[in-house]
């Protein structure tokens, strides 16, 4: 007697959408500095710089102020991703899990990252990967003709994320 297994839709499989890595700066001209140099230095790729939009005087923010840098891999975002995940000792906490089943988590000294070896310009500097998922089908909601809704049962819940990085990655999450 044999069984049949049910067949896999391939429009359930989830897959990584980008990997976005940040280093805030603040206020701090040198901190930007040495993050720009970080970033291109761990991808390859130009780094970003990101501005504020409001005006939060309490915090001495006005716009057009340059507070940090960012860059965005698309292609290689599983290579850097598993090489971030072994500077984390592939464990994550579950509150790096949002409700859309994407994630985030800090590095706090880039010597951790492998390859990355330590630059006395760059002193001790961290920064903050997130990671976005998606399934086939979620175009729908970015596409310029016809823009729709994601529906309920296709988006990604934060256990869906949770079991993906385990299989994927071998992560453990605690």
């Known amino acids: ?18 990997l976005t890595l940040n280093i805030g700066a603040g206020k701090d001209e040198d901190h930007l500095k040495k993050g720009l140099k970080l970033l ?6 130009a780094p970003v710089k990101t501005v504020t939009q409001k005006r939060i005087p309490g915090w001495g923010l006005r716009p057009g102020l340059v507070v940090g840098c960012k860059i965005t891999l698309r292609n290689g975002a599983e290579e850097m991703l598993k090489r971030l995940l072994v500077a984390k000792e592939n464990v994550l906490s ?6 859309q ?9 880039y010597i ?3 390859g990355m070896d330590y630059d006395p310009e760059l002193k001790i500097l961290g920064l903050e990967a997130a990671v976005t998922l998606k399934r086939p089908g979620f175009r729908v909601s970015s596409r310029k003709l016809r823009p729709a ?15 993906f990085v385990k299989k994927k990655f071998g992560v453990e999450v605690k």
Do not use: W, Y
């Open 1 to 18: 007697m044999t069984t049949t297994a049910k067949p896999v839709n391939p429009m359930r499989e989830i897959r990584i959408a980008k």
């Open 149 to 163: 809704k994601v529906g309920k049962t296709h988006a990604i819940t934060p256990e869906e994320a949770i079991e």
């Open 101 to 109: 089943g994407n994630f985030s988590f800090g590095i706090p000294e």
């Open 94 to 99: 579950r509150r790096c899990f949002d409700a």
């Open 40 to 45: 291109q230095k761990l991808t390859g790729v």
């Open 112 to 114: 951790d990252i492998k």
